[in-house]
Nanobody, 126 residues
């Protein structure tokens, strides 16, 4: 599976940004997906995850209530919609695919993800 994240850029605090993840190499609705981010000098952290059907979602505590993770299996697209952005959201955001076998499960741990795309930089100015 190949993945490519896009949509990053510079935005002011309080603004919104939408990231997209394009995949290829396998039927889109056969795997769970997630978004992670890595800020300068920090470890990569979980942002949001979604099950293969799209029915189940979980979010990291720092983004709850501000981010959503729509998934359109018909269009093979995964999106991360980020609202009320804060300077601390500044990071490189990456999408990932999990081949975990639990039906319609959402994975949080990085070790549960098998394929990673190159990230896209999001910078939030104060």
């Amino acid at each position: 599976v190949q993945l490519q994240a896009s949509g990053g850029g510079l935005v002011q605090a309080g603004g919104s940004l939408r990231l997209s993840c394009a995949t290829s190499g396998r039927t889109f609705n056969t795997y769970a997906m997630g978004w992670f981010r890595q800020a300068p000098g920090k470890e990569r952290e979980f942002v949001a995850g979604i099950s293969r059907s799209g029915r189940n979602r979980i979010f990291g505590d720092p983004v709850k209530g501000r981010f959503t993770i729509p998934r359109d299996n018909a269009k093979n697209t995964l999106t991360l919609e980020m609202n009320s952005l804060k300077p601390e959201d500044t990071a490189v955001y990456s999408c990932a695919v999990s081949e975990g076998g639990r039906w319609d499960f959402v994975y949080r741990r990085q070790s549960d993800y098998n394929y990673w795309g190159q990230g896209t930089l999001v910078t939030v100015s104060s």
